[in-house]
């Protein structure tokens, strides 16, 4: 056996003493996320993907490749229990895996894009083909993901391509340590210990993450500190680099607009200044001397108090050019964020972004791409998609989706988000006729764009299973999955992720799909039903719809429901703020009419009096309670389709997810309770049959909520 | 086998597939702390062990003494690798071990306390006897202690009492999962998860603190928030005293003072007002309704912008027996903190607390504790102690040490911190003349005090390792075995931390021992060497000795170390502050003369000229050089050091300290240029040989330090 230098094969016993405490290692803590890897306990099963799998053949020294054969190594280790060689050359050996860059065996090579991969059988062997090593490592996984899905090998033939060239997850992570958002624990970046110390816990994020395609990073908060650009951190930042580059992704910073005052020394931060403009290219070579595949800048500027631009009286694009130019030299990318708003009481804030950046379509350096979050708002659990899309024909625009749940009920409620990001991808824009979905546009496809991208605001946190509510993981896994290929389907990555991570028997996956892509609209339900959004103040934890006082009118919750005694909803038509204006004419039509708007929209675009009789044979008062009602209770209905998987299920994961429903359940009774308690006050109607008053008054739920206002 | 619902015996078999990657569970990560259980690798030895543990004799179901059979169980699975059961009856049986409260087999019962334990060797079973059954469960961890540290056990004989009655950790945990001064990750409480869902890390938590014999805990921040008086979280808190309580541990709050007006909606706090002692009581009565064994509260008053009584007019005592009355019905305590200091730049932090709390003694209800931090500032690496230890005869003084490492060097500088514990106890007050020693104040042998304590500023976070740095897990060891007894040597203590959890092989540990009784002095030497202190600003991680702005003149670097053209450190003789007539004569004849007093606390109370020669024959310019120097180069020492045991302890254990070491050194050498060059400029010597200046200039110090003090 010539790879036993790689291969080694330690037994440990582990002698699990009493039946109340199951201590690690032997209690599943959901660490290994999807890469479970698990032995599979069909018997034939297991030996016919052992027969395909004897050997896995790699050639040279590539550390993206051997990333991607140790993978495969570890994988079929567990998955088979046995341990396979690593080998230079198949000779005339069949039976095995063959991992094959460029101008490989298969034919077909033309199919694949850069990182695309295909999987096929070809003289008795499974061949892995990709055009880079990045795509080998990618066709890995997927082959991986085969065996732990169950599907049979011996015919297997697969071709796969990212469909964005930028799949990024962005960690709103502080130097402190916090995360902006963060609900699974702190960061897992340990700044103090970084560059000499590196967690082990930092390659097993980059394994995750290759599983899915992710390929870029952006380590801290978009609230960025100039910290992250000082020589110091640079050094630490490359330590981080070294470790994830072995499997194909680079590092990315936020930046902080006025570094070159603050930690340059200069007296001005205008783009157009020379000696700024010098400050950052010196700045980039700085970089690129120690991270050579630096990614790029990530950039929140002139929005709420991030300095900016604007601050000398020049544009985005300006700002954003002359980070180009600094990275001209090197394949770097600068992601602008389009995700700004101005405190003006009489404005709506839905239309600020397309105000700003409307204009500026062709304007920006071919380097540039400006990020655009999937709403105009601020990832509402239900939001129309932003006006931009579609309208930048000239200007590459990337999706930022948020899977952290900062409006989706922390780490006690389970969202199954996937529906959420398809929803907002297969929506047509109509920006070059029928068929112009968002999806196109963010792929490239609708308007040519040269650069593509998708960002997901990362749920990872320092707990142990690294989102906090393990069913979290599954939102993780939805985002990369989707930013590798946006055609797949919420149900199908629910699928994949339930049999990687919990179970293959057939009737527990349906179930718990079942209720996973229930679980966004059982959430919308109690939360803000028919279109209703934001109501929150700072904590963006605990019903606060009667919040009227912030330091800004759209920091307030009444400025989004505008309840009043005639009714409520945002009217933005043109008898109200016309923000509808902004979207091509055929969603306008769609939108437009408060008789034929899609109830989930209603209210984002319509002011609706109480008793307006709706599509459902309800008045908007009843069928909000309704809403509020049933809501609530499907989560007594979660609760019951989870008891019934749990011998399906290892008893850990069991436990933890059944605690947070009964967590969910009874904060999603308060939800309910706050909102139909407060608009009540509005509506003057009683609560409709056969639902019964709330058990408390209003100033009772205030109470509760005033706790999580407390320092 | 009657013991079979209590025993499972499950065998993992983990198959680790590349010499690359070890995953976990495989992978060592420090999560077992020093219960790590592993098997013994001498069959003679396990086989000597395991006939004299054949079996468990528990009578009953008392959950304290079936979670020490359960321990048993566990410890001995995993040191013998054999399943040992556990039988209510040993009959005629011999070789085993069996528990016994109260009037249990062994005739010298009067030897305990309440808490303490007997271990002896009777009728060939081991017996483990406790007048109660946490005497018990500390009696299974002493016994388990002897397998670890593998000491014989057939003629075992031990008697252990704990010599102070409340054993505490203290949390400076934050309701958004910070902590304030934490390393090791984010807090470990999930309070948005409590009540419903019990992170198995809450009773791994327990184990550790009961195997040392902590007995309580406080879960929040002394800058508490009201909230945790709220009956949503008193929930939160009952059900992690539930995990807790089967290992002896009881819940304590940090109180906010004015909650009556936060969360009460009363106009005042003031203790004397009749509705706010009602409020109180009821508050009490509400708790002790859900958390029967409630352990009372913490207090941090009119300290550091925290309200308190004197708001009121009132005084600490005023506010303290105000809590001590609403505890009355119940068997709990009031710990009051002496932390306090006014804004007064002509004043000496120093003397603020004596000066406050001096003229209360005799004045404090019998409820009430004063908890002291050991040294009159703020937990330097070294202070001389605090002159309220002996002072107060008739109020019962709480030691407080700091186990975090918030001026240790975070997380990066091994720094062992029992040295710092015994050389507060061990120092002689004189407050009833000779051998009055801070040990003897705080066990109350001396005043006769008739409540004892100590708590420490805990170190644990959500690092799966608990404490970041590896090493630092040997603090929380240490403290809490001083917490039991104060008699026993830093030595012994880390020779048993050491071959509980990184190796038993006698040379590895007397090296690793050598490098961790030597680790406090050499931190000593590079950063507070000869008496100086608090050269940081709010971050308290940089060296910072130039800061001379700040809200607070207590709250520069200036205000301690005092330099000017004639020398260095603040003058608390009588022809100073005169502070160190706050302590006994004996004491003061000590300190009092610069030629005599001790070079470790010479800075502290005198200004000395920098051209004056010490008793080491260099002068203070050349002494000081010589500390920073020889400081910075022995963290090379302990590289070197540590390099030596590598093939002694596991690998991931191994790099990872080895790492930090890597960075300590680095840091030393930036803490000596800092000193050196800032010194410098006031002493206007060079630096002696054979020492070399610094490479870089105090502006680039500077700079570097700059860093870490944007947001």
Not at 59 to 72: F, M, R, S, T
Not at 453 to 476: E, I, K, L, Y
Not at 656 to 675: C, F
């Amino acid at each position: 056996m010539n790879s036993i230098k790689y291969s080694k094969l330690v037994v440990f016993l582990l002698l699990v003493a009493t039946s109340t405490y199951a201590g690690p290692p032997d209690r599943e803590d959901g660490y290994r996320l999807w890469l479970k890897y698990d032995l599979i306990n069909d018997a034939g099963q297991r030996d016919a993907y052992a027969r395909s799998a004897q050997f896995i053949v790699v050639n040279g020294n590539n550390p993206v490749l051997k990333a991607a054969a140790d993978e495969l190594q570890i994988g079929l280790q567990g998955l088979l229990g046995k341990s396979i060689p690593i080998i230079a050359n198949a000779g005339s050996r069949t039976g095995g895996i063959v991992l094959a860059v460029g101008n490989g065996p298969t034919a077909s090579n033309q199919e694949l894009n850069a990182e695309g991969y295909q999987i096929s059988s070809r003289s008795n062997n499974i061949v892995i083909n990709g055009k880079t090593e990045s795509g080998v490592l990618y066709g890995a996984f997927g082959l991986l993901r085969q065996l732990q899905t169950r599907q049979p090998l011996s015919t297997i033939s697969l071709t796969s391509n990212p469909k964005v060239r930028y799949r990024m997850l962005n960690h709103w992570d502080n130097t402190n340590g916090t995360i902006e958002r963060g609900y699974a624990g702190g960061t897992l970046w340990k700044w103090f210990e970084l560059p000499e110390r590196l967690d082990p816990r930092y390659r097993d994020y980059a394994r995750a993450n290759a599983s899915l395609g992710i390929n870029g990073t952006v380590v801290n908060n978009v609230n960025a500190s100039a910290r992250f650009l000082t020589g110091e951190y640079i050094q630490k930042i490359a330590a981080l680099a070294k470790v994830f580059r072995p499997y194909g992704i680079r590092v990315y910073l936020s930046i902080y607009f006025p570094a070159p005052k603050t930690i340059g020394g200069l007296k001005t931060a205008d783009p157009l200044d020379p000696e700024v403009r010098k400050w950052w290219a010196d700045k980039a070579k700085e970089i690129y001397a120690l991270i050579p595949d630096f990614g790029g800048f990530l950039v929140k500027a002139n929005s709420e108090g991030e300095p900016g631009p604007q601050d000398y009286g020049r544009n985005h694009a300006d700002g954003a050019n002359m980070l180009a130019d600094a990275l001209k030299p090197y394949d770097g990318i600068v992601l602008w964020r389009a995700f700004v708003y101005k405190a003006d009481p009489k404005a709506d804030r839905f239309k600020a972004a397309y105000e700003e950046f409307g204009d500026l379509d062709g304007k920006f350096d071919k380097k540039v791409i400006v990020q655009v979050k999937n709403g105009p708002i601020d990832f509402q659990p239900r939001e129309p998609f932003s006006p931009l899309f579609g309208k930048m024909p000239k200007t590459p625009l990337a999706m930022e989706f948020q899977i952290t749940q900062e409006y989706l009920g922390f780490a006690t409620h389970m969202v199954y988000e996937a529906p959420i990001f398809k929803e907002c991808l297969e929506t047509d824009t109509y920006a070059k006729g029928k068929n112009s979905t968002v999806a196109r546009v963010v792929d490239g496809s609708l308007h040519g764009y040269a650069i593509t991208a998708m960002a997901g605001v990362a749920n990872t946190g320092s707990d142990r299973n690294w989102t906090g509510h393990p069913m979290a993981q599954a939102n993780w896994y939805a985002y990369g999955r989707l930013a590798w290929d946006n055609t797949l389907s919420a149900e199908a990555i629910a699928n994949e992720w339930i049999k990687m991570t919990l179970t293959n028997e057939p009737q527990a996956v349906k179930r718990i799909a079942d209720l996973m892509l229930r679980s966004r609209e059982i959430y919308v339900n109690y939360n803000t039903p028919l279109g209703l959004s934001r109501p929150w103040s700072g904590v963006h934890f605990a019903p606060e719809p009667w919040q009227n006082k912030s330091s800004r009118p759209d920091w307030t919750a009444i400025y989004y429901h505008r309840a009043d005694s005639v009714g409520l909803g945002f009217d933005r038509t043109s008898t109200g703020s016309n923000a509808l204006a902004q979207y091509s004419p055929e969603v306008q039509q769609r939108w437009n009419n408060a008789e034929t708007c899609p109830l989930p929209y209603l209210l984002w675009f319509h002011h609706v009096p109480w008793t307006k009789k709706l599509a459902t044979g309800r008045t908007l008062w009843d069928e909000l309670c309704t809403r509020f009602y049933t809501g609530a209770d499907s989560v007594g209905w979660m609760q019951q389709q989870w008891a019934q998987v749990k011998n399906n299920i290892d008893p850990e994961t069991y436990a933890d997810v059944a605690a947070r429903l009964e967590t969910q359940h009874k904060e999603a009774i308060w939800w309910r309770d706050a909102w139909v308690l407060y608009l009540q006050e509005y509506a003057r109607q009683p609560i409709p049959a056969p639902y019964k008053k709330p058990k408390r008054t209003l100033d009772e739920v205030k109470q509760l909520v005033d706790i999580y206002l407390l320092r």
